[in-house]
Nanobody, 129 residues
């Protein structure tokens, strides 16, 4: 059974940094593209970042230059390093995986989330002074 578990969320002041992580069981994260999404209360889910099986990365314009997605293949994890956080980054952050065979973000139509069928439970990130 495929399972994704996010960790690393918390409360941080504006301008601070956090790293959220996604751990997988039941499959290798290296086998497919992996996406990060976020959803704030009352808002639609938003694609934040995506990483290809090859390592190519994609970012939403709102986080470009501040967030970095990366893989740790040895630990079967994907991380999202978030720097210079802003109050508008406050949301629940989710990692998600598409079905096997979708190894490139363009195949998933990211930042559209419909192709992603395995989701973690989310981790809360709050940016506030």
């Amino acid at each position: 059974q495929l399972q994704l578990v996010e960790s690393g969320g918390g409360l941080v002041q504006p301008g601070g940094s956090l790293r959220v992580s996604c751990a997988a069981s039941g499959f290798s994260l290296d086998s497919r593209a992996i996406g990060w999404f976020r959803q704030a209360p009352g808002a639609e889910r938003e694609g934040v970042s995506c990483i290809n099986r090859s390592g190519a990365t994609y970012y939403a314009d709102s986080v470009k230059g501040r967030f970095t997605i990366s893989r740790d293949s040895a630990k079967n994890m994907v991380h999202l390093q978030m720097n210079n956080l802003k109050p508008e980054d406050t949301a629940t952050y989710y990692c998600a995986a598409p079905p096997l065979g979708q190894f490139a973000c363009v195949m998933t139509r990211w930042p559209n989330s419909e192709a992603f069928n395995s989701w973690g439970q989310g981790t809360q990130v709050t940016v506030s002074s």
